[in-house]
């Protein structure tokens, strides 16, 4: 008998887990019982939702499989049962089983609305799907006899079986076309789920996920986590040792996909402290944290690793103290603040921080504070997100009160609340897109914080960008690199400053502007064209030239083993900078708020413009060695040349 696991990934540098888990679980189990495979053929088939649906469904028949299980979430339920539905139309007797959060509630009305669908696993896979498999195959084994049909052909008749509402955990249709479901699935101890990464080329070129522990503690309205409140944890050794194993393979990226890895301060400390111990200097652990519960002696461990070993993703979601109290969030935000702060002062960590418009009681204006809130505490990343209404959760017991109004197709996004129109949702929309092109890109960290200090607030500014891109006409536009900093430097100069200033002052706000915007441009990239704002290049080329032949100057030697000029002069690029924007890039990689910066450094905006111009200092950009962070070059701000 052939049985399919089906995975519609997001993108194809995902990998699915739980498919995986319950491949390993069912061949590592029946080896055990029965010693061998025994004639089961069991694969895994991953696709991504940017696949052909037509093509997915064609592969899919041609395995000619008795069973195919798919892994469902929220982001390809529509596309899944869109196959389910035409693989049915062509091979009627093949038996479809669906599994994964998006189907774990309403399973019966699924079942009732979707008569192409023979089961549902609700809950946990692995256990459940491994007892189906072995009926399914019991009953393969007497189809076989009886009528001489082939292993792995999808004519073998299971209708008439029985004994599946033996099995905990399912709904099921039986023969007589009635919906049945099971009781639920006792939990599994974490420990008994093979380690699948053993064998690593299939994950070629794929972000692997890792999971210590299921369930959370906490109670979160929006999050089906909440539905399982107790947290089950893999053996500490277990863990360690499998670490070490992907750490010795020297992969790229490990995620953990545990709801909220500190929980257990203890424990998530001593991981922390283990991969510090064991880093190979290339790989990156990725946890979804609590930051409130993060305390001084993680931020001493967190201070002692390598830049880039880890990334902490966490949920801030609101600052409204009557929203965190309605979603029922336990939540200390001036803690929160204070450790990312913390840990932004490093330099060494990369946080991405979420937000969550939407939720009860965040009206229009409170989101604008959340915004505001959020934006202080410095993350790398923030992501301005919107209220999924997920099946199962207690925020879609509460639509009716919230008034809310969502889509009834995936992902179940917001339009509307009693709090917040769709019109004012609209607005954050067009928000949430210029956050993701110029904030969350990295590609403008010195210029946007010069921009905030003419704006009453971050998200001001990012909403005024907003409204600029639609009045140009550029939001349904792809946009190249170059055309976005120009974008940026015509919206600041037409819409920020305006022509009510006088030619002096205009001048000298151009010439800081036009420095940061230009650094931050070579930062990431050595280009080969120059901006258009800075058509000519302003250094003379034998200056620039004998700058690399003498192996730079006594301010900065690039003198070292090996040392070849040629070299050098393509892997690095020299840029003048006013001595002010200078100044503004130091305070910011600081972490130095620049609103503080006294007038004796320079920065007053009633500064003399002759001496702002006369000031030129240089930055020289090293290609060859950059921040794990950012990607942005390794750079030196020297006199002179």
Known sequence: MKVVLAALNAKYVHSNLAVFDIEAYAKENWNVEFGSYNGLDLIVKEYTINHNLGAIMQSLYKEKASVIAFSCYIWNISEVLHICRE??????????????????????????????LDGVIIGEGEKTFYEIVKLYNS????????????????????????D?????????????????????????????????YKDLNKFENKILYYESSRGCPFSCSYCLSSIDKSVRFRNLTLVKNELEFLMDDRVRQVKFIDRTFNCN????????????????????????????????????????????????????QSTNSNTIQEIRRVMDVDKLKHNMLAVRKMGNIHQHLDLIAGLPYENYESFVRSFNDAYAMRPNQLQLGFLKVLKGSYMEEQAEEYRLVYQDEQPYEVLATKWISYEEILKLKRVEEMVELYYNSDQFEHVLPYMETFCKNPFEMFDRMGVYYEKKGYMEIGLK??????????????????????????????????????????LRENAKSRPSWSKEYPIDKEIYNNFFKCGGTEELSLIKSAYDSKVAARSMHIEPVKENAAILINAIDDNIDINDIDFDMGISKDMNIRDECSNIKYVVYDYE???????????????HL
């Open 625 to 639: 060695h950059r921040n794990p962070l950012s990607c942005d070059a390794a750079f030196k701000v020297i006199s």
């Open 139 to 162: 009953h393969s084994k007497v189809e076989d006899k009886e009528e001489d049909s082939h292993i792995g052909s999808s004519n073998v008749d299971f209708s008439n079986i029985g």
């Open 481 to 522: 690199r170059e055309m976005r900093y120009r974008v940026l430097r015509d919206f600041f100069f037409e819409d920020i400053i305006g022509t009510e200033m006088e030619n002096l002052r205009y001048e000298s706000i151009r010439a800081v502007f036009d420095s940061l915007l230009t650094f931050d441009y070579y």
């Open 87 to 116: 693989l049915k139309k062509v091979s009627p007797n093949l038996i479809i089983w669906l599994g994964g959060p998006e189907v774990s509630y309403d399973s019966e009305k699924l079942l009732e609305e979707n008569g192409y």
């Open 164 to 196: 599946i509402d033996e099995i905990f955990g399912v709904a099921y249709r039986t023969s007589g076309g009635e919906i049945v479901t099971t009781p639920p699935r006792p939990l599994l101890s974490m420990d008994e789920i093979p380690f699948i």
């Open 265 to 316: 301060k203890k424990r998530a400390r001593e991981i922390w402290r283990y991969l510090s111990e064991k880093d190979n200097g290339v790989t990156n652990f990725h946890f979804e944290i609590a930051a409130d519960l993060i305390d001084e002696e993680d931020l001493a461990i967190f201070k002692t690793m390598r830049p880039g070993l880890i990334q902490l993703e966490i949920g801030l």
